[in-house]
């Protein structure tokens, strides 16, 4: 499995200590097997440390989730997602989160009010309040009708995937990657946009 | 100014030591004046590091260049761009650097293949390759579509300013603030569009 995945062997064997990876079968004393599965398993730990820059205790909880066949598929979304944001939201003035409710509410996102990412764009909306940008706000219908129409390709992708197995798993990849694709066409864009409109100076 | 802005004496002084703020007008021995664009330089390099994450020296960075009135415009936005994005990019294998080539081509953004941003992109591309995703390449011109009118957006915000500070300061807001937002709407995007379709598991 180390020589297929270019992974050294005491990083799997870590790997197996703390659960990331399902045991092989047992084919000796110090030896087991390792199939297909395992391989595969071993390169979405690799993609969500090395793109999705998450901890090995984040991975863990995808990898729980993704072996708990119980759990209902689209809250597979919900842990990858919090496992990913690591850090606590800035402060948010109640000014700040009457906007963001109003805006949910506009694009009919229910139930969402008191989800850790409102309460993130809530802080978002203060801090440019308290730089002066109060008009910062007045973009954010713009930006969630972008994040929209990415959700619905994410899912479209998701969709292609038959398998239970390939469902979940798809999603962590287009959540994990696609965050890090976005970031990197995001620099992109702002860059054409920029040198068009002000490349004169 | 540590009274108006909440921030304590001791991070102010250490923000001037480090040049992040400009030095105020001296009236004796161990005072000085602040003014209205110290308070306004003072929250901005909170904002820096409290929503966008800046490294101190980051921050030196994006100052420096709001300083510099040689910088043509859209400079800055490099600047920002760079001090941002600390991390080495993952390695890209030559067919994922050949389809990110050929996704700038269709969009018409020229001379970006050697931009940081662009060798991200082929890495996160690689990546999903190696977990068998070569599918999610297709995704990337529906995530270029939706950077580019993230990216309009942006500048539309840049351009309701009129003083060449407000622009550049504007530019830096809509990045670094821009970023935090767009990462929050897209998880609620995604956790609608995922409720809607798969919530019944």
């Known amino acids: 499995m180390s020589r297929k995945s270019g992974v050294p062997v005491p990083t799997i064997k870590y790997y197996l200590r703390e659960g990331l990876l399902p045991s092989g079968e047992r084919t000796g004393r110090n030896q087991a097997d390792y199939g297909d599965e395992h391989l595969r398993r071993l390169k979405l ?14 991975v863990g909880e995808v990898v729980g989730v993704l072996e ?10 919900g842990v990858v997602q919090r496992s990913m944001g690591t ?38 909306v203060t801090a440019a309040r308290k730089l002066g940008h109060h008009r910062f706000a007045a973009q954010l219908d713009a930006y969630a009708e972008a994040s929209a129409g990415i959700a619905r390709q994410d899912l479209d992708y998701v969709l292609l995937h038959a398998r239970v197995d390939d ?12 965050d890090a694709a976005l970031a ?14 002000l490349g004169g100076g």
Chains 1, 2 share one sequence.
């Not at 708990?68 to 979304?77: E, Y």
């Not at 469902?167 to 696609?178: D, I, P, Y």
């Open 45 to 58: 730990v690799r993609a969500l440390i090395d793109i999705g820059g998450l901890s090995i205790a984040a």
């Open 184 to 197: 990197a066409l995001r620099r992109l864009a702002q860059r054409d946009a920029s040198a068009r409109l």
């Open 87 to 124: 850090d606590e939201p800035p402060p948010a003035d109640r000014a700040s989160q009457d906007e963001v409710t109003a805006l949910l509410a506009r694009r009919g996102w229910d139930g969402m009010a008191d989800d850790p990412a409102a309460l993130a764009l809530a802080g978002v």
């Open 68 to 77: 708990n066949a119980d759990v209902v598929t689209h809250q597979v979304l």
């Open 167 to 178: 469902v979940l798993e798809s999603m962590v990849v287009a959540t994990v990657l696609g």
